[in-house]
């Protein structure tokens, strides 16, 4: 018996629906179809009056989150792509995230967002957002990579008092298993040592975690051992971890696979030199997906994002130094 | 309250705006506020009929940048105005937003921001948490925009939303003929604003926005069908904004003849020949209500002016209501 990343998901949701009243689910084609990656299947059953459909205004559907959570509720929105949210950017940069801060009400909504890319999905329907929401104050970016993780950090985000965008990656969804949800259970806003190691440092997020791991295996037979660093939360980001990781190893390389331009990896890299500069045996190095919109065709897909291969080449680079 | 005090109320709401909002302007133009000033002069009988038809503590009120009267009538302390527009630490913003930003969400009037229509879906939100939490009979969410956010996707967005859950929502459009200097012709194509509540499938009214007695009967009619499971409304108020957009504005891009015809009438004005000719208000009474107020905005003021503006060494300048005992922000000294 095995658990997916997307049942962590669903099962997450429907033990907050179960446990807290003040749970609802909104989102495009979520309630009797279950959702466009059935993350909410079976629950409009269960929960009768608690998971609702939403028409295809992203903007509206966080702002009426944010009016319901004014109102004491816990609403989940779910985005049915990442990418998508550009059309709600407003509500939750602006009205979402700056509530607390103006008000002293902090406005407890979380946001899912189907992130990344998967084969042939193409420019907009591949996008990973966290950067651009990690920017902006008043926001908690949660980048999940393991089962486990789906499942708790869901859990505590949607405990928080504050907006949460829940970046949840559509590739890891099905491909991703595990024996039980259940795990170690880090708090949100601590990283994790997926793999030890003592030559480099591979920070990375979501589903590059387990590229790194793989470029890190690959590495191996050369000799090196190469520690990955899940970041789990994007922000708050666990600086402490990051940098105690680069003072055993002296060298770091960040992982991401959202667009170069700043970003998640360059605050990382930027951290880690500002605070940790004599830490360093080697200049930091950023792996990203490139600088054009995500490709559609598979080929060309594959080599714009991060791989095991261009990690291990990075890797070597790094090493190299 | 009966016919004759809900009328002497919005025209002491309408009153009450007016004066405060002249003393804003004396305040800016000496350079006493910070940012900018934006005036509801013109649309009082509009914003105080719609602030005076809801109930504070039941109701919830979204208001816009032209709703000084609303707020007032809705229940907003002038106190909170005039700490806001001067800063003082102890306002609901607490300097960390300010002017017509204000807001109290706890009483059920949210804090707008700047960009127009959001705060539509907003408060269907808020109804739809009633309905959730099984407490919205009786209840109406209301909120004023302008003509020029009908143009915006979050108005339709919003008001179609609202229109799907048939929420008891209540849209209030001040068409005042200009979106900052941009004039109707430029804004849309239809020939009434008002054709697009049938669109959307909801109620639509229009109203003459100079005259008091027709609002407090249309807007009052659009609450109530709301209150009693009418679903979503909208009002279409014709009007004319008398000041510029913002005190910085002197408004000459305004022809002269919209500032002559029927329109460009001042509904204070108006309100108060209506009030004499029904015998619900003697000129004395008017008088003194004006006396009373200009004292009242005056205390109000001078309260805010003494307070204390905010620190940047007390501010813990943190975006978010959790602490994360890891997350360690980068430093940055102050320097003032």
């Keep these: 018996m095995s658990v997916t990343y997307i049942d962590a998901i669903r099962e997450a949701q429907e033990k907050l629906l179960r446990e807290d009243d003040r749970v609802f689910l909104y989102g495009q084609d979520i309630a009797t179809f279950g959702g466009a990656f059935k993350a909410t299947k079976g629950l409009a059953e269960k929960f009768p009056n608690r998971v609702f459909d939403a028409p295809i205004s992203e903007d509206a559907m966080i702002g009426m989150a944010v009016g319901a959570a004014i109102e004491g509720m816990r609403p989940i929105i779910e ?127 979501s589903a590059m975690v387990h590229e790194a791991v793989r470029a890190a295996d690959r590495l191996v037979q050369d000799g090196w051992e190469i520690e990955v660093v899940d970041l789990r939360s994007v922000k708050p980001l666990d600086i402490d971890t990051i940098l105690a990781s680069v003072a055993r190893t002296g060298r770091l390389l960040a992982v991401g696979e959202a667009f170069p331009w700043g970003g998640v990896t360059a605050e990382v890299v930027a951290r880690v030199t500002e605070e940790g500069f004599h830490l360093l045996d080697a200049p930091p190095q950023r792996l990203n997906a490139r600088d054009t919109p995500v490709p559609y065709h598979p080929k060309l897909w594959a080599a714009h994002r991060p791989t095991p291969e261009s990690i291990c080449e990075a890797l070597r680079k790094l090493l190299s130094f | 309250m009966n016919h004759r005090d809900f009328l002497r109320s919005v025209f002491q709401s309408m009153l009450r705006g007016r004066i405060l909002e002249n003393k804003l302007s004396s305040l800016y133009k000496a350079g006493k506020i910070v940012g900018g000033v934006y005036l509801g002069r013109g649309q009082e009988a509009v914003s105080a009929t719609l602030g005076t038809a809801l109930i504070q503590g039941t109701d919830f009120f979204a208001p816009l940048i032209r709703d000084q009267a609303g707020r007032t009538a809705f229940g907003e302390p002038l ?140 807007i009052g009619e659009a609450v109530r069908r709301a209150r009693e499971g009418g679903g979503p409304q909208m009002v279409v108020a014709r009007l004319l904004r008398l000041s510029g957009h913002g005190e910085h504005d002197d408004g000459s891009y305004v022809p002269a003849e919209a500032r002559v015809d029927h329109y460009g009438q001042d509904c204070i004005e108006v309100a108060m020949q209506q009030l004499l000719d029904h015998h619900f208000a003697t000129a004395e009474e008017i008088v003194a209500w004006q006396d009373q107020i200009a004292d009242e905005v005056q205390r109000a003021v001078a309260q805010a002016q003494q307070e204390p503006v905010p620190d940047p060494y007390q501010e813990d300048w943190t975006a978010l209501s959790t602490r994360f005992p890891l997350d360690q922000p980068i430093s940055q000294p102050i320097f003032s």
Excluded at chain 1, 111 to 124: H, K, M, N, W
Excluded at chain 1, 127 to 150: F, H, K, N, R
Excluded at chain 2, 126 to 143: E, N, P, S
């Design chain 2, 79 to 218: 106190i909170d105005c005039t700490r806001t527009y001067l800063g003082s630490v102890k306002g609901p913003m607490r300097g960390r937003d300010g002017n017509i930003h204000r807001g109290r969400p706890d009483l059920g009037m949210p804090a707008m921001i700047s960009h127009l229509g959001a705060q539509v879906s907003v408060v269907a939100g808020m109804l739809f948490a009633k309905r959730l939490q099984g407490t919205l009979a009786g209840r109406v969410g209301a909120t004023c925009i302008g003509d020029g956010a009908t143009s915006t996707g979050a108005f339709h967005e919003g008001l179609n939303l609202a229109a799907i859950e048939r929420l008891p929502l209540v849209v209030v459009v001040a068409n005042n003929q200009f979106a900052y200097s941009t004039p109707n012709d430029r804004q849309f194509a239809c020939a009434d604003l008002v054709e697009k509540a049938r669109g959307y499938g909801v109620g639509g009214f229009s109203v003459d926005g100079t005259d008091m007695l027709a609002c407090v009967s249309v």
């Design chain 1, 79 to 205: 985005m049915q792509f990442a990418d998508f949210s550009s059309v709600a950017f407003n509500q939750i940069v602006n009205q979402a995230a700056t509530h607390f801060y103006r008000t002293g009400m902090p406005i407890p909504l979380t946001v899912r967002l189907p992130s990344g890319g998967t084969p042939g999905s193409g420019p907009f329907h591949s996008q990973s957002m966290e950067g651009i929401y990690a920017q902006y104050p008043g926001l908690v970016v949660l980048t999940p990579a393991t089962v486990s993780d789906a499942y708790h950090m869901l859990l505590d985000g949607v405990a928080l008092d504050d907006p949460v965008i829940y970046c949840e990656h559509k590739f890891l969804y099905r491909w991703l298993k595990a024996k039980s949800i259940n795990g170690d259970h880090l708090p949100i806003g601590q990283a994790r040592i997926t793999r030890p190691g003592k030559h480099a440092t591979v920070v990375a997020y």
